[in-house]
């Protein structure tokens, strides 16, 4: 699997001078304040986890496709600045990286298997501060933990994988308290599935969901 990460990074950095969410269609406009509208409307048995991992449309998309979570949410988390936009995220000032909240049951999923499909298969967590074209602190790799037992999961799963050597390189994933989450753009929301022709999905978002398809086969809601 190592190997395949490396590829794909080495080959998206070659082949692509744009990022994520440079391409904007005309309607991006009017970023949401809250969850409202992307998040589900009844969260009564639900529980959320908030990974960082890259471009979050690959992110979205890979944990959209797994039994048990009913809804993703792409936007902003680990920064300082209040209602952030896309551009002072990419503008590095904010101290945000792009982010999914994942809406999932946990009588379906647990939090260990997302914890373990974010850490070997829908991201390179050795990376630092950059995730195949895309480099910066806003696409830095991090875990954002909501108790004491979700920090447990996340370090454990950490020092597993290492051990596992996997990876040529060490995990630097951030493991941080979760403080708030700021949706994004009304744009960003789903923008895997709403824009199939996009270079940037074909050449490089496409690759980490298949990834994850092909390494959690049987957690896949349809699977191939």
Not at 4 to 29: E, I, M, W, Y
Not at 107 to 113: A, L, N, P, R, T
Not at 184 to 204: F, K, S
């Amino acid at each position: 699997m190592k190997n395949r990460l490396k590829s794909l990074a080495n080959l998206s950095v070659l082949a692509f001078t744009f990022a994520c969410g440079t391409q904007h269609p005309a309607d991006a406009q009017n970023p949401p304040r809250s969850t409202a509208g992307f998040a589900p409307a009844n969260l009564t048995g639900l529980a959320m986890a908030t990974f960082a991992g890259g471009c979050f449309w690959a992110q979205e998309e890979a944990f959209e496709q797994i039994k048990g979570v009913k809804q993703v949410v792409s936007g902003y988390a680990g920064g300082t600045k209040a209602n952030p936009t896309y551009e002072e995220v990419a503008d590095k000032t904010t101290g945000h990286t792009e982010t999914v909240q994942i809406y999932y049951d946990p009588k379906v999923v647990s939090y260990q298997k997302l914890t373990d499909i974010f850490f070997t298969a829908s991201h390179d967590p050795t990376q630092l501060n950059r995730q195949g074209p895309d480099a910066g602190p806003e696409y830095r790799s991090a875990a954002f933990y909501r108790t004491p037992e979700e920090k447990k999961i996340l370090e454990a799963t950490i020092a597993k994988v290492n051990a596992s050597k996997i990876y040529s390189g060490k995990i630097v994933t951030q493991v941080v308290p979760f403080q708030k989450f700021w949706p994004a753009e009304a744009y960003h929301q789903g923008y895997y599935r709403l824009h199939p022709e996009n270079p940037y999905i074909t050449n490089v978002s496409e690759h980490k969901v298949e990834h994850v398809r092909k390494a959690f086969p049987q957690d896949i809601k349809n699977p191939l």
